[in-house]
């Protein structure tokens, strides 16, 4: 428990490894114990307010441990006007850092629009926004609203139609992206609330989704709603040189994408109800590791490394040639890596007919994972890996995709800087 | 922290001030710290286990202190056979128990369905399983399908048609209810999952909720997502006459009602959007309270009781005619009171049309609040003054009730008793 006024232990931890810059870690502790004072009880002074940097070489929220929830929003622009798009940039990027140091929204913003409230009271849960440009910044229906179009990454392609893919349109594109995580799911939305209500009549949602990481200790990789454990085998945001490779873009350019990242969002959702009718040892050839311990086919620990030139005594590989595993590792597409940062999702119950054979229809879960993947370029990272399995992956049976989108972050923030606006810079109005 | 193999303090604190009997703590603890050498790791060690009492009085869920999180199902029951429903209410008994306990679904009742696995390694989360009655238990179509007709309880009505109702069939009614709390999403979901999968043949989900409380500190009262204080004037689950008088069912009966209690479940959808454009000023006046302390309008604590009668230097009532509170308070409905137990939901955005002028139109959240509330009777409790509100509330321009339903909970389960025992041998097939 961090005594108020005083940076967390958790984020002097962080700030020390050099991550990024810790700045205003003192007022933002500050500002949560005066609203503690106003609310006239010491409450939010007994729990622990761990705050994330904002401002550094790369966004927050990428190689960010990740938070407990989020609330991930793709707004479409309205707004013809380059000015509007700017003055909206500024707004977010201020807001943010306010929101991601515990502040409401600050009055001087918006004297019309004061926060909302749902979030004073809590803790600030090491909120983080991070924030991704789309195709259709750059050009929408042919035409060059900003006078960007020059500055588009090369990267920034349209994703490519997959097979099996039943995207939902209005689950999928949108001009911006604001992902918003927090160790609590009030405080994640509240963030994206407030950044929608300030783009009033320059951007509109387009499509909003929920996410959670289920409480599992510090050093275990969470399971998803298959009960198996996924991110095993990701990047560690501890190993710079793999983060460098494979997540941060570099001088590749364009330069305002130098330290940013490209993301992946795509809404999978699980035939529960048939995967939970699957033997055991189907379900494990499926994914190629054991569902209790998850270490690969014919190993005993999580982290034993995949071999995926073993056989068995019949001369069969031990982890099938269809298993998700295999399909997924660098080994099986030239070294290419991403770095996934997924969330599950639960959004209830809905009438449905299952994709596959022998195609279950009824009210069934509209359930499974909010897949989320950074990368420093999305040809050789997801749309690489995901064009390998989608053809082969036994997975695929039990997943449909249903939305999603590919933005281009832009590097960290600078102190004074906005988001973004190193790309308005490079391409005057 | 809590060493494994022992029950929690919180655990051992509940049970000592007699809620409940504290069955099955030890074997649970056990359970969990058998499932964390499995694993291999001594994580689960590392956390709080924390478990509500199954057996009892009362069943879980109700007067217990609000987990942070709910997955609530409604199902239909799909075969004829009264044995099909007897076994189901068997197996969801020791089911639910062995989950409340931490303990996966076990080996001998399903051989063929092993739990699913999502929960394992993840801590107990006060899991507590609440089953509930709807009126199609005991009569469908005009048909007494399993024989229960006679035993229906006067108090188990159809809800009537309120002013301003936008159900959606798929996501109201249902002849079995079944909400599990926990402190984490993916404990609650499993829970329902489970006992889903245990139904198979005998009834199918019809509609499912997830819902959530912010972190905010034990001493505070939660914020619904419009910013404001909910729950400050409900009946103490420590004022045993008031429960006795407002929640449990007592001698009027049905006999297996006893120690029971009704619950109905609203979704309800707030126009966020529209109501963060309303001056603070209106919002307080709509609510009847201040925002940030939650004190009824023109006091400065939250907890300051409701002065009805109080007026203006203009001579007009302090708190409006038509304010929330006012036509909430028990002294506007003869006393009534009904304890709510209501959780916030975020379903994400989809296409609406707001209900009231000026109608706006677009892509809004749907969010809002999944109202729980439990009484002793509804024609008494929820009916009654929600009839009186849903006429004069100014909340009623930013709320629509889009689905839910009544329950009949019986009475808590006695060891070696399953859920429904009472009723079923209360009515010999």
Redesign the interface.
């Known amino acids: 428990m961090a005594p108020a006024g005083r940076p967390t232990r958790r984020g002097l931890v962080r700030a020390a490894a050099g991550l990024a810059a810790a700045a205003g870690l003192g007022s933002g502790g500050r500002a949560q114990a005066r609203i503690g004072a106003?609310?006239?009880?010491s409450?939010?002074d007994?729990?622990e307010n761990l705050i994330e940097p904002f401002w550094g070489t790369h966004q927050g929220g990428i190689a960010t441990p990740a938070q407990t929830h989020t609330?991930t929003?793709a707004l479409d622009l309205v707004s013809p006007k380059r000015d509007d798009l700017i003055r909206l940039l500024r707004v977010w990027t201020s807001t943010a850092w306010s929101m991601s140091a515990g502040q409401p929204v600050q009055p001087d913003i918006t004297p019309a629009?004061?926060d909302?409230?749902?979030?004073?009271?809590?803790?600030i849960?090491r909120l983080t926004l991070t924030f991704g440009f789309g195709a259709g910044l750059f050009a929408k229906d042919g035409g060059d609203r900003y006078g960007l179009a020059a500055q588009q990454p090369q990267a920034l392609i349209d994703l490519p139609a997959f097979n099996g893919d039943q995207l939902i349109d209005?689950r999928t594109g949108g001009d911006l992206s604001v992902q918003a995580c927090a160790?609590?799911?009030?405080?994640a939305?509240h963030a994206v609330?407030q950044l929608t209500?300030l783009a009033h009549g320059v951007a509109?949602?387009?499509?909003?989704?929920?996410g959670?990481i289920?409480?599992?200790?510090?050093?275990?990789t969470p399971?998803?709603?298959?009960?198996?454990k996924d991110r095993t085998n990701n990047p560690s945001i501890n190993d710079a040189a793999a983060m460098e490779r494979f997540v941060w873009v570099g001088d590749e350019g364009p330069d305002w994408m130098r330290g940013g990242s490209y993301v992946v969002f795509r809404r999978i959702r699980m035939a529960?109800?048939h995967?939970?009718?699957m033997p055991?040892d189907f379900q494990e050839q499926t994914f190629g590791r054991h569902?209790?311990?998850g270490a690969p086919l014919g190993r005993t620990?999580e982290f034993d490394p995949l071999d995926l030139d073993a056989a068995g005594e019949d001369g069969n590989p031990v982890i099938p040639e269809s298993a998700h595993v295999r399909l997924a590792a660098p080994a099986s597409n030239d070294g290419a890596q991403i770095f996934r940062r997924p969330y599950?999702y639960?959004?209830?119950?809905?009438?449905t007919t299952e994709r596959w054979a022998p195609w279950h229809q009824?009210?069934?879960?509209d359930?499974g994972l909010f897949f989320v993947c950074y990368q420093r370029d999305p040809r050789t990272g997801f749309i690489k890996i995901f064009e390998n399995m989608v053809k082969f992956d036994m997975l695929n049976q039990f997943v449909t995709h249903t939305g999603g989108g590919l933005f281009a972050c832009p590097g960290g923030i600078a102190r004074g800087e906005f988001i973004g606006q190193r790309l308005i810079e490079a391409a005057p109005g």
Do not use: C, H
């Open positions: 106003e609310l006239g009880g409450a939010t007994q729990r609330y929003a629009l004061p909302s409230g749902e979030a004073t009271g809590l803790p849960a209005a160790d609590d799911p009030q405080v939305f609330r209500r509109q949602l387009r499509w909003a989704q929920t959670f289920a409480g599992f200790g510090p050093n275990e399971r998803n709603l298959m009960g198996f529960l109800e995967w939970d009718r055991l569902k209790l311990s620990n599950s639960n959004d209830g119950v809905d009438f009824g009210i069934e879960y359930a």
